[in-house]
């Protein structure tokens, strides 16, 4: 399993923007099916936001962040990112980076049991 390190969170003020990177830790790699963004705001459960195939050809994203998130990956730089404008207060949340080793996850993307490994967390918290 890879180890991911997410970064980039912080304190915004609504309608701003943020971006994240999730970074495979040295000796790993980012040679999965799948990668995706997740977020779990307090007292709720772990909500899939983003998702994107190996080559990147392929992306998702959960309805209440279609037209303002994009996410993308340099394989190259083993980096994912997501890009964040036009945040809003219900945005807030601990954003989670999870990379899948099996094709389940291109059936069930935004299932969190789709994952096989996990980053730490960063925390984003929009308000004014």
């Known amino acids: 399993q890879a180890q991911l390190v997410e970064s980039g969170g912080g304190l915004v003020q609504p309608g701003g923007s943020l971006r994240l990177s999730c970074a495979a830790a040295?000796?790993?790699?980012?040679?999965?099916?799948?990668m995706a963004w997740f977020r779990q705001a307090p007292g709720k459960g772990r909500e899939g936001v983003a998702y994107?195939?190996?080559?990147?050809?392929?992306?998702w994203y959960a309805d209440s962040v279609k037209g303002r998130f994009a996410i993308s990956r340099d394989n190259a730089r083993k980096t994912m990112y997501l890009q964040m404008n036009s945040l809003k207060p219900e945005d807030t949340g601990v954003y989670y980076c999870?990379?899948?080793?099996?094709?389940?996850?291109?059936?069930?993307?935004?299932?969190?049991?789709?994952?096989?490994?996990w980053g730490q967390g960063t925390q984003v918290t929009v308000s004014s």
């Open positions: 999870a990379a899948a080793s099996r094709v389940i996850a291109t059936m069930y993307p935004f299932d969190v049991h789709s994952y096989d490994s």
């Open positions: 994107i195939s190996q080559d990147g050809g392929t992306t």
């Open positions: 040295s000796g790993s790699t980012l040679d999965y099916i799948a």
